[in-house]
């Protein structure tokens, strides 16, 4: 396909999810204009499905999906990349006024026995209020069978593992690790462009006119890591968060202008604090941008005073 001839960085229409656990904090927090009257859970900020497709806001290429691009205009958007039918990262913020089900989501192999997709995701934490917790793992490890015996009876909370945060924590999910978030945290989520979940405990939740979520017991059961005891959340390595298929996470304390990518091809930037811009594009906070690997050599600027980012690239 012909050139798209951009000059500055793409910037998506987020998508919003409507969840019974979610709320109105990406609003007052961001400025994010959710629908009204709605509890909002998720907004989809960088998305390749089926079922859900990123647009871009405006520029040369407005109009344009996220698959349209990386179909059509690979090398000028991403650069050189493996093969893959679809993007591979998808990224989203949460805002979690409950908490979320425990689930698991399935390492390569039984994934694909599964009739699934794998995925490792990572967690940042924008926002969180007092007394907020992530649950990852177990206190200690366990074996399959009293685990099992444990979801039976309802107890599994008494097992799981559960990490205060405050905001600019962070933690990494590889697949197979048992999870959930807290009630009362924003998170910014990175994984793998996969859709595949199993949820093992829903907090005996139900009743009150509350439909009681289903549970995928038996497939969870083939996924957990039952050795998987009290991880920890992750300390950056200098700006790196993390450094591992399928995705790279680096947290920026902008207090200058800095090129934003030292190789040929594409970065999504998610402003955390202050204000930058980019090509004449600026970023406010919670926006995202994806630069575009032919604008790779582009600066990045703080506008008033240093600000935070997330800077995501994949590893493939």
């Avoid at 907004?43 to 290429?61: H, M």
């Avoid at 794998?118 to 007092?130: I, L, N, R």
């Avoid at 590889?174 to 405990?201: C, K, W």
């Amino acid at each position: 396909m012909g050139h798209l001839g951009l000059t500055q960085p793409l910037k998506f229409q987020p998508i919003f999810m409507e969840r019974i656990w979610g709320g109105r904090r990406l609003e007052t927090l961001f400025g994010k204009r959710l629908p009204p009257g709605v509890r909002i859970g998720e907004s989809w900020e960088i998305v390749d499905r089926r079922k859900a497709q990123s647009v871009v806001a405006d520029g040369p290429a407005q109009g344009k999906t996220l698959h349209k691009l990386w179909t059509g205009h690979r090398r000028e958007v991403f650069g050189a990349m493996a093969a893959s039918e679809r993007f591979p990262l998808l990224i989203k913020m949460l805002d979690t006024q409950e908490k979320l089900s425990v689930q698991v989501h399935p390492p390569t192999g039984v994934a694909e026995e599964l009739g699934g997709e794998a995925k490792t995701e990572f967690w940042y934490v924008a926002d969180a209020a007092p007394a907020s917790e992530l649950y990852v793992g177990l206190t200690r490890a366990c074996s399959r069978d009293k685990f099992a015996a444990r979801i039976a009876a309802g107890t599994i909370e008494e097992v799981l593992h559960r990490i205060p945060v405050t905001a600019g924590d962070a933690m990494f999910l590889p697949s197979g690790r048992l999870h959930a978030i807290g009630a009362g945290n924003v998170i910014v989520e990175v994984q793998g462009n996969s859709d595949t979940t199993y949820r093992v405990f829903d907090w005996n939740r139900g009743g009150s006119g509350r439909t009681k979520r289903e549970l995928q017991i038996d497939a969870a059961l083939r996924c957990i890591d039952f050795e998987d005891a009290k991880p920890a959340l992750i300390q950056p390595d200098g700006e790196i968060f993390v450094n591992e298929a399928p995705f790279r996470v680096e947290r920026w304390e902008l207090g200058r202008e800095r090129v934003a990518s030292s190789d040929a091809r594409f970065a999504i930037f998610c402003c955390l604090s202050g204000t930058v811009e980019c090509g004449g594009a600026a970023l406010q906070p919670g926006e995202f941008f994806l630069l575009p690997a032919s604008l790779h050599e582009l600066k990045i600027r703080p506008c008033s005073g240093p600000a935070r980012l997330l800077r995501i690239t994949s590893t493939r």
